[in-house]
């Protein structure tokens, strides 16, 4: 029986990428994303090229969502083996600027969005004493940026939730860990303005944004048995824009 993989966000970018990167490894997928169409739409490259994935729409801030998804895959493939909270989205505006509404939904994604997905599925992962979770992260939540206030804040507390659970959990067989990409080229940066992304990009070592399946192939070696010893780790995919 092929072990269970849960990707939120994966409609497209990196989610999408994800997701198709772990069946190639030999997860069955349950894809979530907000979006039905684009869910529907990733499970089907899965399946056109050999894999298992199902998908399941949902609103990861949403407590009786999160449940469905996790019911949908338990009927669909069994327990979560592994879980990428990667829901997430972008926008930018000036602290000065932001409403507190803007900030609310930025942390309710992301953030209350991560702990609603791991609360569904870590009781079982520590039942069996065994288990993955990936975080999804930014290096904006390291150095944060500049009109991206809430959303550095909404990836910095994601960091520090990911310490803060591994010292939890890693005894108890479930391994849990972080990417903090950088700058990538996927629909949700390229909605931020041009302006931004062009002096991001000469900031960066290597003078380039990355591509989403960069950032896949990172969470595909999270998810190994090669990263046993990987926990509470943030594993930077940023183009040299944090080096630690």
């Not at 829901?87 to 209350?112: N, S, T």
């Not at 803060?164 to 629909?187: D, F």
């Amino acid at each position: 029986m092929a072990p269970v993989a849960i990707v939120t966000g994966a409609g497209s970018g990196i989610g999408r990428a994800t997701a198709k990167r772990l069946a190639k490894d030999g997860f069955a997928v349950l894809v979530n994303d907000q979006n039905a169409a684009a869910a529907a739409e990733t499970a089907q490259e899965i399946a056109a090229a050999g894999g298992q994935a199902s998908a399941k729409a949902g609103d990861v801030s949403r407590e009786e969502d999160v449940a469905a998804i996790v019911a949908h895959a338990e009927r669909a493939f069994g327990a979560c083996d592994l879980l990428v909270n990667n829901a997430g989205f972008v926008h930018q505006a000036l602290f000065v600027d932001l409403e507190p509404a803007d900030f609310d939904r930025m942390f309710a994604v992301h953030v209350r969005g991560t702990y609603l997905c791991t609360r569904a599925v870590l009781p079982g992962m520590l039942a069996r004493r065994d288990g993955v979770i990936v975080n999804m992260a930014s290096q904006l939540g390291q150095i944060g940026g500049v009109e991206l206030v809430h959303y550095s804040a909404a990836k910095a507390a994601i960091i520090g939730m990911t310490k803060a659970l591994a010292r939890e959990v890693s005894n108890q067989g479930v391994r849990v860990n972080a990417v903090a990409p950088g700058p990538i080229n996927t629909p949700l940066v390229m909605r931020i303005s041009e302006d931004w992304r062009k002096a991001k990009a000469a900031q960066l070592p290597m003078g380039r944004f990355g591509e989403p399946e960069e950032v896949a192939g990172v969470v595909s070696f999270l998810a190994s048995k090669d990263a046993a010893l990987f926990v509470g780790q943030t594993l930077g995919a940023n183009s040299g824009d944090v080096m630690l």
